[in-house]
């Protein structure tokens, strides 16, 4: 039990550093961004490009996913040595934006191949092993296009040459631009082959329905490599605008996209794109109107998927009402239970893997014990910050009331936390702002209440 919670409270950490599987992609961070002093690593990277253009090169940032600087670092070929992946301007007022790629040999940065990129500016870029029968990984590249559209290049640098894999040729240029455009896009191993394939989703464009496609690689005998369209699917058209786009396993060793959605600003849906193991298509198989099938992930509570216990299994997290609010609703006293998608039954899982009670206006969330459900219910006072934990009672109706009080999480302002110290609170955990803390109100032994166990079971978020 102590091993699974300190498994869940690693997860929570990783989430916090941002290390986990799923990416939350934020809106634009431009103003967050400020060029840092270049090392000399990146000046003489900067240097080689001036070489090469005869001029400054002004950097572009990526906006959105892991690499948001305009030079990444990147062993793209695999041979050892990291290359340079870098993005930039070559005038102030170009629209176009130039990709380069540089490799260091005897101590001296020299660009080794650069292409015109297909947009105004750099929404993501990745890097990922797409052509198996090849070592070292290709770059892909969301390009922002005008406003809203999205455009996605994916490049091979092979013995030292940069060059973009096209889509088919032989399909129509409608097909191509379908296929290569984008609202969200995730790199996954879908098929479970070894080889990642690009799961495009594209929100409602020009009014008809959402759809995603999955553009897998293939290679001819001659060695060309080009992207088709492998598979794909409708998703939800009730969905405005998506909050997060992830890859990850609904079990052992089966792949699938996860995807967050709002369908109006308080409301979020999780909808899963994966493969029939039957028929081998791409399915959503949470949202099957064909066959009358809807599993409900509506949510009031925005918070993502997210694989919340680090065992490779992404949860959606599900809203329940606590003891004592079944006649009443409150989005922060609510439970959210971490459930996976059983492919087996196909339907959401029975048992959540780990239930959480998430305080969003705090910042912190609390790890209920399995055990502790149904035994224990939450007060909020929103105006003294403090979470009251109680038994639960039940009155002469067999309704849930709340019986005594257990302990207490309340938040203190670090900077005048003096009540801390005669008060009798222990602290959880502290940032530079606050004092996160418990009281310890009623010892009951069924429950195992501990300052040992709140500490394990707390979590700044
Ligand atoms: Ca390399
Ligand atoms: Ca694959
Ligand atoms: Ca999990």
């Known amino acids: 039990m102590l091993i699974k919670k300190i498994s869940v409270l ?32 990146e000046q003489s990277i900067q240097q080689a490009i001036f070489d090469k253009l005869g001029k400054q090169p002004l950097l572009c940032y990526p906006k959105r996913g892991e690499h948001r600087a305009a030079i990444t670092m990147h062993d793209i070929d695999a041979d050892g040595i990291d290359e340079a992946v870098v993005f930039f301007r070559e005038v102030a007022d170009s629209p176009n934006i130039t990709l380069a790629v540089l490799s260091k040999a005897n101590g001296r940065w020299s660009v080794a ?74 790199l996954v191993d879908i098929e479970g082959d070894g080889n990642a394939e690009i799961c495009t989703v594209i929100l409602n464009p020009a009014e008809i329905q959402a759809y995603c496609s999955i553009l897998k690689l293939y290679t001819e005998e001659t060695g060309t490599s080009f992207f088709q369209k492998s598979g794909g699917c409708e998703l939800n058209s009730g969905v405005t605008r998506y909050a997060q ?23 979020m849906i999780t909808e899963i794109i994966t493969l029939d193991k039957n028929t081998g298509n791409v399915y959503t198989p949470l949202n099957q109107p064909a066959n009358g099938v809807y599993v409900s992930t509506e949510r009031s509570s925005l918070i993502l998927c997210r694989d919340i216990n680090s065992d490779d299994i992404v949860e959606i997290p599900f809203s329940e009402t606590l003891p004592g609010y079944e006649d009443t609703s409150s989005r922060v006293t609510s439970l959210t239970a971490w459930h996976v998608f059983d492919s087996t039954a196909g339907e959401i899982s029975k048992e959540a893997s780990v239930s959480t009670i ?64 005669s008060s009798g609170y222990m602290i959880l955990s502290e940032n530079r702002n606050f004092v996160y803390t418990a009281f310890i109100t009623k010892k009951n032994p069924s429950l195992d209440i501990t300052p040992s166990r709140l500490k394990l079971c707390f979590a700044e978020m």
């Open 358 to 421: 998430l305080n969003e206006p705090d910042g912190y969330m609390f790890i209920l014990p399995n055990e502790w459900r149904g035994k224990v219910t939450v007060k909020y006072d929103q105006k003294t910050k403090i979470m009251y934990f109680h038994e639960v009672s039940a009155n002469s109706d067999g309704k849930n009331v709340f019986g005594d009080e257990l302990f207490r999480i309340a938040v203190f302002d670090s900077k005048n936390s003096t009540l801390l110290s």
């Open 113 to 186: 191949g650069t292409v015109i990129g297909e947009g105004n500016d750099v929404d993501r870029v990745d890097f990922c092993r797409i052509n198996a029968s090849q070592a070292g990984n290709q770059i892909v590249v969301g390009w922002n296009v005008g406003t809203g559209n999205k455009i996605l290049s994916i490049y091979d640098f092979l013995s030292g040459v940069l060059s973009p894999i096209n889509i088919d040729d032989s399909l129509t240029e409608k097909d191509r631009v379908s296929l290569s455009n984008y609202t969200e896009y995730s």
């Open 245 to 267: 786009i992830c890859s990850g396993y609904i079990s052992v060793g089966r792949s699938a996209v996860f995807l967050d959605g709002y369908l109006s600003s308080d409301v």
């Open 10 to 41: 690693l997860a929570v950490f990783l989430l916090l550093c941002g290390l986990s599987g799923c990416s939350v992609q934020l809106p634009g961070t431009d103003s967050l961004l400020r060029p840092p002093n270049p090392s000399s690593e």
